[in-house]
Each structure stands twice: as structure tokens, then as C-alpha cells.
């Protein structure tokens, strides 16, 4: 069993069928399918290196159902980091963390640790997809609006940057722990 210190909890979520599930997929090594599967809600576990250290990373996969009260149960007390999703292709996904997602969060959870993530980029490479897509400086416009520490845009079809989303998550948990302690070591004098 992994030292509690080096497990990392981590929520995703954002609009439907936007390639959730298929971006942990592809965490996971599982081949890439364009069939979809509705979510309700799940729970999956992978492993990410971080300065030679082995972290279990625990991701709490969400319905892209936009229901009030989504965040409000104890399942999401122990999350370290929530990683919110839209899709390049898909402006209403985009406009739907800001309108929905990120107040429905904030409602539940003062100063969330986020990782926003543009999933489904290779769409950008097909023809006319330019015409409605959310560019990269839309994101990073959106990452600093709603004080997200990441932004990432991903493919699980070309498998780009699915790493780097997890080692995000693990960097963000194990450095808000190293401060943490050093601030409770410096209250308490030791």
C-alpha cells in the first residue's frame, strides 16, 4: 500500500460527451475509442513519477451533467486538485466553465486548486474546424480569470500532453503540502 503522503486525489469534470473519459483513457493506456459512453460517475487510479517518487493518483471522473448542487456531497472534501475541462471544438463547453462550472466549484470550495484543460485539439487540424474553435490564448485568458495554477490543451486521440495533466495534479498536491507543513512547523515552533 502507497504512504498516504503519496496518494493524490484529483476531480475531473466539465459539459459532456468533450472527451473526459477518453483523456483518462488514454492516462490509463487504454486504446483510444470514438465510441461514447455516458458517465455518471467514476473512479479510476493511475501512477505518475515525481522527483523519483511513485504517486497513486485517484480521479473521481464527473457526469458533464450541469445539475446544481454537483460539488456538494463529501466526495470531493479529500480532492486536491480539480482539473476542469472543455472542449477546443466546442465554445459552449468553453463558456459553460465559466458560467457554470467554476461558481457551481467556488460554492463548495474557497480558492480551489485548479488545472484547466482544452481537451480534443487535434480537432483544430481538421478543415473548417478553425471557424467556431477556442483558441490557446482563449484558454490561457480563461486559466487567469479563474485563477486556474494550469492550463494544458490535450489530444487523447494523438495521445499529447495527457501526462503532463497528471504531473500537474501531483505537482500542485506535493508542493501545497510542503507549504502547508512549513507553515504548521513555523505556528507551532519546531
Known sequence: ????????????????????????????????????????????????????????????????EREEGVFSNDQFRNTDVFIVCYSVNDRESFDGIRSFWIPELCKQRNKPKIVLVGLQSDGRLKENAMENHVSYMEGLLLQHEIKAIDFVESSAFLGSNINCIFESVVDITVKHRKKRMFLLKRAFGR
Open 1 to 64: 500500500m502507497l504512504h498516504k503522503q503519496r496518494k493524490v486525489s484529483c476531480a475531473i469534470f466539465g459539459d459532456g460527451m468533450i472527451g473526459k473519459s477518453a483523456l483518462i483513457k488514454a492516462f490509463l493506456g487504454e486504446k483510444f475509442s470514438h465510441q461514447y459512453i455516458a458517465t455518471t460517475s467514476e473512479t479510476h487510479n493511475g501512477c505518475v513519477r515525481y522527483e523519483g517518487e511513485k504517486y497513486n493518483v485517484e480521479i473521481t471522473d464527473l457526469a458533464g
